[in-house]
């Protein structure tokens, strides 16, 4: 079982206080086995909570992807030619 982690605990001791003070005052009990209950009830949503909250994500490896041998890449030109460059004039007759 996987360690739990520090959102987890303070999820989880969260939704305890704050669930204990809210039935508390809810139900307005006094009574040691009113109190009880609710301790008890609150304990149990304080522990669904915190081990239903979503735990990070692990990193998988994935291998990776093997080179082209150099003839199979596709060839480079020499020379590129911007959009605006013009072309050389190559020997126009008079």
Same mark, same amino acid.
């Given at each position: 079982?996987?360690?739990?982690?520090?959102?987890?605990?303070?999820?989880?001791?969260?939704?305890?206080?704050?669930?204990?003070? +809210?039935?508390?005052?809810?139900?307005?009990?006094?009574?040691?086995?009113?109190?009880?209950?609710?301790?008890?009830?609150?304990?149990?949503?304080?522990?669904?909570?915190?081990?239903?909250?979503?735990?990070?994500?692990?990193?998988?490896?994935? &291998?990776?992807? &093997?080179?082209?041998? +150099? +003839?199979?890449?596709?060839?480079?030109?020499?020379?590129?030619?911007? %959009?605006? %460059?013009?072309?050389?004039?190559?020997?126009?007759?008079?």
């Amino acid at each position: 079982m996987p360690r739990p982690t520090a959102a987890q605990f303070a999820y989880g001791s969260c939704t305890v206080i704050f669930s204990t003070l +809210a039935m508390l005052l809810l139900s307005q009990t006094s009574s040691g086995p009113g109190i009880t209950v609710v301790v008890v009830a609150a304990l149990a949503l304080g522990l669904l909570v915190a081990m239903t909250a979503p735990l990070p994500r692990t990193r998988t490896v994935t &291998a990776v992807p &093997a080179r082209r041998p +150099a +003839a199979a890449q596709e060839p480079v030109p020499a020379a590129r030619v911007s %959009a605006g %460059a013009r072309e050389p004039a190559r020997g126009r007759a008079a």
